[in-house]
């Protein structure tokens, strides 16, 4: 039976794309993740049944949903394997095998696990997707992500021929020291030639300084070749990463993310080595080969039959690899990234007592991920101790044959040995080829990791007209799932309109709605139903970049650099010390600067953390105010100041004529709104001032009774 081809998932939540993926492969239809990403709505939640379904139907699969309502019975689907069952944890898993009381199943995650049934109906949900090609699947082959990905780096042609030139000329060079065997065997020591010792000696030496020195240059070009590239391709993925919508980020973490940039810097010497080496290895293969069967055809057949061995093992030996490449490399990123995380929240760490929580925690990601490492290096060692063995097997056959052929007189003491260094340059190409294919496998395992990030469309930028002045914001029936335009609605027929001057303020009970609304606003999602207008015309009609300087959003926690208060209000660097101060001084932030020891070039600390709440606050203020924004959003960005603070920098906002979206549970901070929009449930149940909506709803008379 037909084996399905393991897919590793990309991500946390790719659980759902792998087993597709799987599933293309197994009937001849050779996608990428990355792909299917682009065809597929994944949620932070992951992959929605029904978005299986709709992709799956893309690529001419007939996708039919089931519930077993008795998991006794998942033998009756043995005809309909391989199909996708859905285990707790909103898990996708492709089932591969039933056989007797044995199922055998693909794990996105970890790859083959083979199980009892009753172990096996201890997850599953019952849930399964059976996918059978119709007559709109079509075959197809694999399109090489990873060639396209590589080819986005420098690499400098001159100094790639001039480094494979000088490859050649040192590889032509390392010819002379079989002949050279050869003849002092043969001519000097057999013929007893003293008189060519010393000149013999002579050449050698400036042969050995012209090898040095030629090595030299060769690795000196090589190592900068390595640096431009992957300097340039680092470059390129990371401007990428910033143009990513925010979608791409509800599912990854920052410590993922991290990670596979990172992972960027073990490419350096695998990429150019293969560049160089392929061609320089391949020729001489080629050269010696011809030599050797000029040699003794015999002794050269025997050689090349080691050789094709060596590459069979080489090959079957890659295939164990590769799925220990891709545990090792998704443990490490699991491992860094919760390290990252719990760095970023050290004070929260500390004041719940969490350390030797959060250190167990990291422990047992640590502990998977030397496993893994452990399997891979093992795997590792076992190969070098093959070659290492394999390496002295070809010697002594030669000198085992090569003796026979001696004493008939059929070759010499000195063609012996010269073979013997033959076999050599011959073999250790082979293997260097066999090496170069094994790194560029492991290369791939990173790339995969890449391309989510390399191939995933951009924001679109939209290159409409340019927005200078605004007047009015109006969202009319606004629809917005995470999973998509047929989701699970998490806002329900949003209605609302802000003019330039008023104050609007959102409120409502955690999660109902109201930060999703203002990532609307901004344009962070495209995909919704209704119509969001700015102006009387459609948002989407409008340069991405001229819209979102006409906003500027608090969040209640924010992002700070390791600098100056100066580099992080004005983090551009293209503002004068007056506009710094003036910013400052409208988010009532003055006072406090001035008491610093530094003043505007006090350093605040790594995320601000020499700073308090208030204080990192109105730094924020200060850092949207200097970009002159004409509609300012709190989004509780202002729920650590006290009222008095609060009150004045509100003032200082409505002198400046700007427009202001507050969403808080504060009611010091909403009594003064012009209008506000009480949400429940993703939905606007009842809008109006704060003294009419609480005299007439109870709910939001109960949200504020006992502020």
């Given at each position: 039976m037909k084996q399905v081809k393991f897919i590793q998932q990309l991500s946390e939540t790719g659980c759902g794309v792998a087993a597709i993926c799987m599933i293309l492969d197994f009937y001849g239809c050779k996608t990428h993740i990355a792909e299917l990403n682009k065809k597929i709505n994944i949620s932070r939640d992951g992959v929605s049944l029904r978005e299986l379904i709709k992709v799956s139907k893309i690529y001419g699969l007939t996708a039919r949903a089931m519930q077993l309502q008795d998991k006794e019975n998942i033998r009756q689907i043995y005809n309909e394997l391989p199909c996708i069952c859905l285990k707790n944890n909103n898990h996708y898993i492709v089932?591969?095998?039933?056989?007797?009381?044995?199922?055998?199943?693909?794990?996105?995650?970890?790859?083959?696990?083979?199980?009892?049934?009753?172990?096996?109906?201890?997850?599953?949900t019952g849930i399964m997707l059976l996918l059978t090609p119709n007559k709109e699947f079509k075959k197809r082959k694999k399109k090489n992500y990873s060639f396209s990905l590589l080819k986005l780096g420098f690499l400098d042609k001159k100094m790639i021929v001039l480094a494979i030139f000088l490859s050649v000329v040192i590889q032509m060079m390392t010819l002379f020291t079989p002949w050279i065997t050869k003849y002092v065997i043969d001519d000097v020591v057999g013929k007893s030639a003293?008189?060519?010792i010393f000149i013999l000696f002579i050449y050698s030496i400036i042969f050995a300084f012209a090898y040095g020195l030629f090595s030299f240059i060769r690795y000196k070009i090589i190592s900068l070749l390595e640096k431009k590239y992957v300097s340039s391709l680092k470059k390129i993925i990371v401007e990428k990463t910033f143009k990513l919508p925010l979608k791409f980020f509800d599912i990854r973490s920052a410590g993922e993310i991290i990670s596979r940039i990172n992972s960027i810097d073990a490419l350096q010497q695998i990429i150019t080595n293969i560049v160089?080496?392929?061609?320089?290895?391949?020729?001489?293969?080629?050269?010696?080969?011809i030599v050797m069967l000029r040699s003794s055809v015999k002794l050269a057949y025997i050689i090349f039959a080691m050789g094709f061995i060596l590459c069979v093992f080489l090959l079957f030996f890659?295939?164990?690899?590769?799925?220990?490449?891709?545990?090792?490399?998704?443990?490490?990123?699991?491992?860094?990234?919760?390290l990252m995380e719990s760095f970023s929240n050290i004070t929260i760490m500390k004041t719940l007592g969490a350390n030797k929580i959060v250190v167990g925690k990291w422990g047992e990601f640590y502990n998977k991920q030397i496993s893994s490492e452990y399997i891979r290096e093992k795997t590792l060692g076992l190969y070098q101790s093959f070659m290492l063995s394999y390496r002295l097997l070809p010697t002594f056959v030669i000198l085992f044959i090569g003796s026979l052929l001696i004493n008939d007189k059929v070759m010499s003491i000195g063609e012996m040995m010269a073979f013997i260094s033959l076999t050599n340059l011959f073999l250790n190409p082979l293997a260097t080829i066999m090496q170069n294919v094994f790194d560029f496998q492991y290369s791939t395992s990173i790339i995969d990791r890449l391309t989510e990030i390399v191939f995933e469309d951009e924001e679109p930028v939209n290159d409409g007209k340019y927005i200078k002045n605004f007047e009015q914001l109006e969202f009319n029936n606004v629809d917005f799932s995470y999973d998509g335009r047929c989701g699970e609605k998490v806002l329900n027929n949003i209605t609302f309109n802000l003019k330039k001057g008023d104050r609007i303020s959102f409120v409502g009970r955690t999660g109902c709605g109201k930060t999703t609304i203002v990532k609307l606003i901004l344009m962070l999602y495209p995909y919704y139903n209704g119509n969001i207008l700015i102006n009387s015309e459609n948002i989407n009609k409008y340069n991405l970049k001229s819209y979102r300087k006409l906003f500027g959003i608090v969040l209640q926690d924010q992002m700070f650099f390791n600098d100056t208060i100066r580099n992080n209000i004005d983090i551009a660097q293209s503002h004068t010390d007056d506009?710094?101060?003036?910013?400052?001084?409208?988010?009532?932030?003055?006072?406090?600067?001035?008491?610093?020891?530094?003043?505007?070039d006090t350093q605040i600390g790594d995320n601000g953390h020499n700073l308090s709440g208030g204080q990192r606050?109105?730094?924020?203020?200060?850092?949207?105010?200097?970009?002159?924004?004409?509609?300012?959003?709190?989004?509780?960005?202002?729920?650590?100041?006290?009222?008095i603070t609060e009150d004045r920098i509100m003032k200082n906002l409505k002198e400046k004529n700007i427009s202001l979206i507050t969403i808080t549970h504060r009611l010091s901070t909403i009594v003064s709104s012009d209008k506000i929009f009480f949400l429940d449930n993703g939905k606007i149940v009842d809008s109006g001032e704060h003294i009419e909506l609480?005299?007439?709803?109870?709910?939001?008379?109960?949200l504020f009774e006992k502020q």
């Amino acid at each position: 039976m037909k084996q399905v081809k393991f897919i590793q998932q990309l991500s946390e939540t790719g659980c759902g794309v792998a087993a597709i993926c799987m599933i293309l492969d197994f009937y001849g239809c050779k996608t990428h993740i990355a792909e299917l990403n682009k065809k597929i709505n994944i949620s932070r939640d992951g992959v929605s049944l029904r978005e299986l379904i709709k992709v799956s139907k893309i690529y001419g699969l007939t996708a039919r949903a089931m519930q077993l309502q008795d998991k006794e019975n998942i033998r009756q689907i043995y005809n309909e394997l391989p199909c996708i069952c859905l285990k707790n944890n909103n898990h996708y898993i492709v089932l591969c095998k039933i056989k007797n009381d044995f199922v055998s199943y693909l794990d996105p995650e970890i790859g083959k696990v083979t199980v009892s049934i009753e172990e096996f109906n201890k997850s599953f949900t019952g849930i399964m997707l059976l996918l059978t090609p119709n007559k709109e699947f079509k075959k197809r082959k694999k399109k090489n992500y990873s060639f396209s990905l590589l080819k986005l780096g420098f690499l400098d042609k001159k100094m790639i021929v001039l480094a494979i030139f000088l490859s050649v000329v040192i590889q032509m060079m390392t010819l002379f020291t079989p002949w050279i065997t050869k003849y002092v065997i043969d001519d000097v020591v057999g013929k007893s030639a003293n008189t060519n010792i010393f000149i013999l000696f002579i050449y050698s030496i400036i042969f050995a300084f012209a090898y040095g020195l030629f090595s030299f240059i060769r690795y000196k070009i090589i190592s900068l070749l390595e640096k431009k590239y992957v300097s340039s391709l680092k470059k390129i993925i990371v401007e990428k990463t910033f143009k990513l919508p925010l979608k791409f980020f509800d599912i990854r973490s920052a410590g993922e993310i991290i990670s596979r940039i990172n992972s960027i810097d073990a490419l350096q010497q695998i990429i150019t080595n293969i560049v160089t080496s392929i061609f320089i290895d391949f020729t001489t293969v080629v050269i010696v080969a011809i030599v050797m069967l000029r040699s003794s055809v015999k002794l050269a057949y025997i050689i090349f039959a080691m050789g094709f061995i060596l590459c069979v093992f080489l090959l079957f030996f890659l295939k164990t690899v590769d799925k220990k490449n891709l545990n090792s490399i998704m443990s490490r990123e699991k491992t860094q990234s919760y390290l990252m995380e719990s760095f970023s929240n050290i004070t929260i760490m500390k004041t719940l007592g969490a350390n030797k929580i959060v250190v167990g925690k990291w422990g047992e990601f640590y502990n998977k991920q030397i496993s893994s490492e452990y399997i891979r290096e093992k795997t590792l060692g076992l190969y070098q101790s093959f070659m290492l063995s394999y390496r002295l097997l070809p010697t002594f056959v030669i000198l085992f044959i090569g003796s026979l052929l001696i004493n008939d007189k059929v070759m010499s003491i000195g063609e012996m040995m010269a073979f013997i260094s033959l076999t050599n340059l011959f073999l250790n190409p082979l293997a260097t080829i066999m090496q170069n294919v094994f790194d560029f496998q492991y290369s791939t395992s990173i790339i995969d990791r890449l391309t989510e990030i390399v191939f995933e469309d951009e924001e679109p930028v939209n290159d409409g007209k340019y927005i200078k002045n605004f007047e009015q914001l109006e969202f009319n029936n606004v629809d917005f799932s995470y999973d998509g335009r047929c989701g699970e609605k998490v806002l329900n027929n949003i209605t609302f309109n802000l003019k330039k001057g008023d104050r609007i303020s959102f409120v409502g009970r955690t999660g109902c709605g109201k930060t999703t609304i203002v990532k609307l606003i901004l344009m962070l999602y495209p995909y919704y139903n209704g119509n969001i207008l700015i102006n009387s015309e459609n948002i989407n009609k409008y340069n991405l970049k001229s819209y979102r300087k006409l906003f500027g959003i608090v969040l209640q926690d924010q992002m700070f650099f390791n600098d100056t208060i100066r580099n992080n209000i004005d983090i551009a660097q293209s503002h004068t010390d007056d506009e710094v101060k003036q910013a400052i001084k409208i988010a009532c932030f003055e006072a406090d600067v001035e008491k610093m020891p530094f003043k505007m070039d006090t350093q605040i600390g790594d995320n601000g953390h020499n700073l308090s709440g208030g204080q990192r606050q109105r730094l924020a203020i200060a850092r949207i105010l200097i970009n002159e924004p004409q509609i300012v959003i709190l989004d509780e960005g202002t729920n650590q100041l006290d009222a008095i603070t609060e009150d004045r920098i509100m003032k200082n906002l409505k002198e400046k004529n700007i427009s202001l979206i507050t969403i808080t549970h504060r009611l010091s901070t909403i009594v003064s709104s012009d209008k506000i929009f009480f949400l429940d449930n993703g939905k606007i149940v009842d809008s109006g001032e704060h003294i009419e909506l609480k005299e007439r709803n109870e709910s939001y008379s109960r949200l504020f009774e006992k502020q």
